[in-house]
């Protein structure tokens, strides 16, 4: 696909991923390394909390959700270029799961001290096979007009 600048992006335009399946064993080693709690890395422990069983921590979902967006969203010239944002996780992504990224163009502005480029206000949710959030990104993001 070719590269989008910020003249190439409106309010209401939408872009799909591809999708990627959540690999149990993948959760583990995450959490194993980065959010090491017991519903993120021992199924029975898992059980007995909040989740209910084997829930993969919120910063692997994001971390797969960006993998998402590089492989196959939005094709952003110059790349995703995060200038802030909000994240909800409203329901837990499972062993699994196969998710997808659905974004939406929110906002675009050019820059008035900037010309080279302006932001971007986008939508990300990531969902599960049967459509549902795991997790809403919504992101300001640095993009060039074209040169």
């Known amino acids: 696909m070719t590269a989008l600048y910020l003249e190439d992006l409106q309010v209401g335009q939408t872009f799909t991923s591809g999708s990627l399946t959540v690999d149990e064993a993948a959760i ?6 980065f959010d090491p709690q017991p519903f993120h890395l021992d199924d029975e422990a898992a059980k007995a909390t909040f989740f209910g069983g084997l829930a993969a921590s919120g910063w692997h979902t994001a971390a797969l959700t960006m993998r998402l967006l590089v492989d196959g969203g939005a094709p952003i010239a110059g ?6 944002g909000e994240i909800i996780w409203p329901r837990p992504t499972r062993p ?3 998710l997808t990224v659905v974004s939406e163009v929110l906002e675009v502005s050019p820059s008035r001290s900037k010309p080279d480029r302006g932001m971007v206000t986008m939508r990300n949710e990531t969902r599960n096979q049967r459509g549902e959030p795991v997790q ?3 992101v300001k993001m640095v993009v060039p007009k074209r040169p």
């Open 28 to 33: 583990k080693a995450f959490a194993g390394q």
């Open 79 to 84: 790349g995703i270029i995060g200038g802030g």
């Open 96 to 98: 699994g799961d196969v």
């Open 136 to 138: 809403i990104f919504t």
